[in-house]
């Protein structure tokens, strides 16, 4: 069983990499020394580890092979290669929703690609990524359907043994907590500690304004997030 989540895992890098090396054939080494950082780093490799993680790998490696394969369309304009990458789209849906951020690279994909194309050419292809969305929209509902809504829980005491943001009456107040536990998830990208597998009672506090971390935390993201406007 973990056997085959390595296998995904492997699959996964893979197109990762031919992804990458499409776009930018000038950075293999540099392509290369990122993803292997990637399959060391600790978060990541608690989803191979994790059997229950499969949903995760299986959508995330659907929507790389999607991203690949819409690479290759926008070189090659073979209309069955954009059908395929729909297809495996909707596919990883099946396994976990999160394969749908994958189409918000596409139109990233094509910009990079066609910089200097015509207004005429902007407008085809922005009827067009309307029709994918539209598709993939589509699927989603057709999916909740077959599937049904997920069952909700009794009390908010019980939602808050899996999340403790249940107990917050709403985002202004569960704002300092989702802050720190994103400080969190930073700390275990980099640092190879136990890591907390999910956010519920007894494992993470509810944290107020007045609390060190929250700020400690907020400066963190400002900067993050400067630096990576700034260098965009």
């Known amino acids: 069983m973990h056997a085959h989540n390595v296998l995904w895992m492997i699959a996964f890098v893979l197109l990762a990499f031919l992804s990458f090396r499409k776009l930018f054939p000038q950075h293999q080494k540099l392509i290369s020394a990122a993803l292997a950082l990637y399959i060391v780093m600790p978060v990541h490799a608690e989803v191979v580890a994790n059997i229950r993680s499969r949903d995760e ?29 729909l297809l495996l789209i909707m596919t990883g849906m099946l396994s976990k929703l999160d394969a749908i951020t994958y189409v918000g690279m596409w139109p990233v994909v094509w910009y990079y690609k066609n910089e200097k194309l015509k207004p005429a050419a902007i407008y085809k292809a922005l009827a067009r990524f309307t029709v994918l969305f539209f598709i993939v929209a ?14 909700e829980k009794e009390t908010a005491d019980v939602g808050a043994i899996g999340n403790v943001l249940h107990l917050t009456s709403g985002y202004i107040e569960a704002l300092p907590t989702k802050l720190y536990l994103l400080l969190l998830y930073l700390r275990n990208m980099i640092w190879p500690t136990e890591l907390v597998y999910y956010s519920g009672n007894n494992q993470i506090p509810i944290l107020s304004y007045n609390n060190g971390w929250f700020y400690i935390a907020l400066v963190v993201w400002i900067i993050a997030i400067a630096f990576t406007l700034r260098e965009g």
């Open 138 to 151: 589509l699927s989603t509902k057709i999916q909740k359907i077959l599937v049904g809504k997920p069952v």
């Open 57 to 85: 790998l299986i959508s995330a490696t659907l929507g790389m092979a999607s991203l690949y394969l819409y690479i290759r369309f926008e070189e090659r304009k073979k209309w069955y290669q954009l059908l395929v990458a």
